[in-house]
C-alpha cells in the first residue's frame, strides 16, 4: 500500500541547533515534493518544493533534499528559533492523480 | 499581500444538513482546491477545479459534495446531508498554475461541527 511517512514524535530541540525532520514514501514515484508548516488551527503554508531530478535547495535558514534511491526528503532548518515551532508536512504528486497527498506532518518544538 | 479568505470560520449543523462553505481565492489565481483535515489526522485532497469544472477529485468527494464558482471571485464547497464522520476542517486552497508541482496558497480553514 501507498505510504507517506514523517516522525509522529516531535521534535525537541534547543534554539540555535539544526532540525531536521524526514519524509519517507512507499510506493509512489513522485515527480515532486513539497514542504509546508501548518501552526495550529490554521492552513498550511508553502515553503519549498524540490523536483525528483533535484538533489537539494535552499531558501534562507531552509534546506530540503530529495532522494529518490531511497524514496526520503529531508527537511533541514538552521539556526533555527522558538518561531520556527510549528508542525511540517511534506506533501507529493500522487502519481497519475495530480493532486497533493500529504503526511501526517512533525511537530517541531524549539526549546529557547 | 494577497491571501485565501474562508467564511465562516466555524459552522456548527445537525446531521443531515445542508452546509456551504465558502473561499474567495487569490485573485489573479486559476486553479482552485478543497482539502480536509480530521482533528489529529493528516490533511486530505478532496477535489480540485480549474475552468469552471472539476478537473480532479478523491474518493472523499461522492455524491454528497458538490463545487461551485457561481461568480468570479467566490469558490465553494456543498454537502447535501451532512453527516457526523463530516466534521473536520475543511481548507481551500489556490494556485496560479495547476498540479502538485505549483505551490498552493491555503486559506485559514473552516471548523465544521456535525452535531
Known amino acids: 500500500s501507498q505510504k507517506i511517512e514523517q516522525n509522529s514524535e516531535a521534535l525537541n530541540i534547543q534554539e540555535g541547533k539544526t532540525a531536521t525532520l524526514t519524509c519517507n514514501y512507499t510506493?509512489?514515484?513522485?515527480?515532486?515534493l513539497q514542504w509546508y508548516r501548518q501552526d495550529p488551527g490554521r492552513g498550511p503554508v508553502f515553503l519549498l518544493l524540490?523536483?525528483?531530478?533535484?538533489k537539494e535547495k535552499r531558501k534562507e535558514r531552509l534546506k530540503v533534499t530529495f532522494d529518490t534511491t531511497l524514496k526520503q526528503s529531508l527537511f533541514h532548518i538552521t539556526a533555527s528559533q522558538p518561531a520556527d515551532s510549528a508542525t511540517y508536512l511534506c506533501a507529493l504528486d500522487d502519481t497519475g492523480r495530480r493532486a497533493l497527498t500529504f503526511g501526517s506532518g512533525t511537530r517541531l518544538q524549539v526549546q529557547p | 499581500e494577497p491571501e485565501v479568505t474562508q467564511t465562516p470560520s466555524h459552522q456548527v449543523t445537525q446531521m443531515g444538513q445542508e452546509v456551504i462553505l465558502r473561499c474567495v481565492p487569490i485573485?489573479?489565481?486559476?486553479?482552485f482546491y478543497w482539502y480536509r483535515q480530521i482533528l489529529g489526522q493528516k490533511v486530505e485532497f478532496l477535489v480540485s477545479f480549474y475552468n469552471n469544472e472539476i478537473s480532479e477529485k478523491s474518493e472523499i468527494f461522492d455524491d454528497q459534495f458538490s463545487v461551485e464558482r457561481p461568480d468570479g471571485s467566490n469558490f465553494t464547497l456543498k454537502i447535501r446531508s451532512t453527516k457526523l464522520e463530516d466534521s473536520a476542517m475543511y481548507f481551500c486552497?489556490?494556485?496560479?498554475?495547476?498540479?502538485?508541482?505549483?505551490?498552493?496558497?491555503f486559506g485559514p480553514g473552516t471548523r465544521l461541527t456535525v452535531l
Open positions: 510506493n509512489y514515484s513522485p515527480a515532486y
Open positions: 524540490i523536483r525528483e531530478n533535484e
Open positions: 486552497a489556490s494556485g496560479q498554475r495547476g498540479g502538485p508541482y505549483n505551490e498552493q496558497f
Open positions: 485573485s489573479n489565481h486559476l486553479y
